[in-house]
């Protein structure tokens, strides 16, 4: 058995034994839920843009769980419809930062030459704080989920490619590596075959962070006005709406506000479960 080979297997029977663990499965069944729930939202809450006057601000009950708002519509409809933005968003992000973080991350840490340049400007891009160049981001392209997508994406990526490439960096120096090169081994046949596997972990624990910044910032953009359009009922919205009534009404913004606490805390514990499950270090300190 190769090096390559082993340290693949014992990656591999890490991530294993991390599912079976409840730390783990929490969290993803968590997670499970939020999208079923999201997806069924309408057969199961109904619309969540349907007006009654009569019903307006009235505290959560049997018919209305998490109250209504200003409008009379059902915070709790809105809410639900809320979580399908917010995983879409978080998903889209964390797909997309996958995909070029990784890219980049490979060749950077495998070509010198790229790495001179590509380094520089994932620096200058991380220099500019996320929000901030969200923000200048989504005055450019307007308002709209699609847009807002893709201004979160492109701070996310520098996080993401320099993980893989500080990975890509240590695994380069390894013997078996090394006398790959010297025998004329192809460099794509390297990174997909034996460095890229090796990447997985990091990888895995990254995305759940760059899942849970998407979400955050999301609802950041969407409470300026700069993220989903008014029409479309998103956790940022629901809170910006709400926020003048909360001293009358404050159901309008608890309910949205503990469902985006609870969506990005069952993230990060995800993360930090997976990262002390693949690390033997801290494997053995939980003992």
């Given at each position: 058995?190769?090096?390559?080979?082993?340290?693949?297997?014992?990656?591999?029977?890490?991530?294993?034994?991390a599912?079976a663990?409840?730390?783990?499965?929490?969290?993803?069944?968590i997670?499970?839920?939020?999208?079923?729930?999201?997806?069924?939202?309408?057969?199961l809450?109904g619309?969540?843009?349907g007006?009654?006057?009569?019903?307006?601000?009235?505290?959560?009950?049997l018919?209305?769980?998490?109250g209504t708002?200003?409008?009379?519509?059902?915070?709790?409809?809105?809410?639900?419809?809320?979580?399908?933005?917010?995983l879409?968003?978080?998903?889209?992000?964390?797909?997309?930062?996958?995909?070029i973080g990784?890219?980049?991350?490979?060749?950077s840490g495998?070509?010198a030459r790229?790495?001179?340049?590509?380094m520089?400007i994932?620096?200058a891009i991380?220099?500019?704080?996320t929000?901030?160049?969200?923000?200048?981001?989504?005055?450019?392209?307007?308002a709209g989920?699609?847009?807002a997508?893709?201004?979160?994406i492109?701070?996310e990526?520098?996080?993401?490619?320099?993980?893989?490439?500080?990975?890509?960096?240590?695994?380069?120096?390894?013997?078996?590596i090394?006398a790959?090169?010297?025998?004329?081994?192809?460099?794509?046949?390297?990174?997909?075959?034996?460095v890229m596997?090796?990447?997985?972990?990091?990888m895995?624990?990254?995305?759940?962070?760059?899942f849970s910044a998407?979400?955050?910032?999301?609802?950041?953009?969407?409470?300026?006005?700069?993220?989903?359009p008014p029409d479309?009922p998103?956790?940022?919205?629901?809170?910006?709406?709400?926020?003048?009534?909360?001293q009358?009404a404050?159901?309008?913004?608890?309910?949205?506000?503990?469902?985006l606490?609870?969506?990005?805390?069952?993230?990060n514990s995800?993360?930090?479960?997976?990262?002390?499950?693949?690390d033997?270090?801290?494997?053995?300190?939980?003992?």
């Amino acid at each position: 058995m190769t090096d390559a080979t082993a340290d693949t297997g014992r990656a591999a029977s890490a991530l294993q034994q991390a599912l079976a663990r409840p730390r783990i499965l929490v969290p993803v069944l968590i997670l499970v839920a939020a999208t079923v729930l999201a997806l069924l939202a309408p057969a199961l809450i109904g619309n969540p843009s349907g007006i009654n006057p009569m019903a307006r601000l009235q505290a959560p009950s049997l018919a209305n769980l998490f109250g209504t708002d200003q409008f009379g519509r059902s915070v709790a409809a809105r809410t639900l419809h809320g979580t399908r933005i917010s995983l879409l968003v978080g998903a889209s992000v964390t797909v997309a930062a996958l995909l070029i973080g990784v890219t980049l991350g490979l060749l950077s840490g495998f070509v010198a030459r790229v790495d001179a340049v590509l380094m520089r400007i994932m620096d200058a891009i991380m220099s500019i704080p996320t929000i901030l160049l969200a923000i200048a981001l989504m005055a450019l392209f307007g308002a709209g989920v699609f847009n807002a997508i893709i201004a979160i994406i492109i701070p996310e990526v520098p996080r993401m490619a320099r993980v893989v490439r500080g990975v890509t960096l240590s695994i380069r120096e390894r013997p078996y590596i090394e006398a790959a090169i010297t025998n004329g081994a192809r460099p794509l046949r390297l990174l997909f075959r034996h460095v890229m596997p090796m990447t997985a972990g990091p990888m895995l624990v990254q995305a759940t962070y760059v899942f849970s910044a998407a979400v955050i910032t999301e609802a950041i953009l969407s409470f300026l006005g700069a993220g989903a359009p008014p029409d479309v009922p998103s956790w940022g919205n629901i809170i910006s709406e709400g926020r003048t009534l909360f001293q009358i009404a404050p159901w309008v913004v608890i309910a949205p506000g503990v469902c985006l606490s609870i969506l990005v805390l069952t993230v990060n514990s995800l993360g930090d479960a997976i990262r002390d499950q693949l690390d033997p270090k801290l494997r053995r300190e939980t003992r």
